[in-house]
């Protein structure tokens, strides 16, 4: 399984990956802080869930988020964010889930249960 997590704020995207492989021993993570990285890779390369920011710098990870749904229609959409201010525009993208930050393993887990890969 490959889990891809996009998050401008550096010290916040290594304790996201710390999390989901907390949770997610065996999987392959790879981590973005520029979305338009995060979009190439996503064009290029199979991932079973990406994680995004979603207010960021030229591109939201909502945009981010639809740009992946074209390309890769199977793979789990979450949504992150500092509060709920997001939410519902998240919810109407059809995401998979919302996670408010700080990220958490106990989040990852109710967010991605392991039961489901």
């Keep these: 399984m490959r889990i891809a997590v996009v998050d401008p704020d550096k010290k916040a995207l290594h304790n996201e ?7 997610f021993s065996d999987c392959e993570t ?7 990285a ?5 064009e290029d390369n ?8 979603v207010p960021m710098l030229h591109m939201s990870g909502i945009q981010l988020g ?3 749904r074209e ?10 964010a500092d509060d709920d201010a997001y939410c519902r525009q998240a919810m109407e993208e059809k995401t998979d ?11 990852i887990r109710q967010i991605l249960p392991f039961s489901e890969f």
């Excluded at 390309?71 to 992150?80: F, K, S, T």
Aim: aromatic letters at 8%; glycine letters at 6%; proline letters at 6%.
């Design 17 to 23: 990956i710390k999390c989901v492989k907390a949770v």
């Design 30 to 36: 790879v981590m973005f802080v520029e979305p338009g």
């Design 38 to 42: 995060a979009q190439k890779y996503l």
């Design 46 to 53: 199979a991932v079973d869930v990406l994680i995004t920011q």
């Design 66 to 68: 639809r740009r992946m």
């Design 71 to 80: 390309v890769q229609p199977g793979a789990r959409l979450v949504y992150m």
């Design 97 to 107: 889930g919302y996670l408010v930050k700080p990220v958490t393993i106990e989040k």
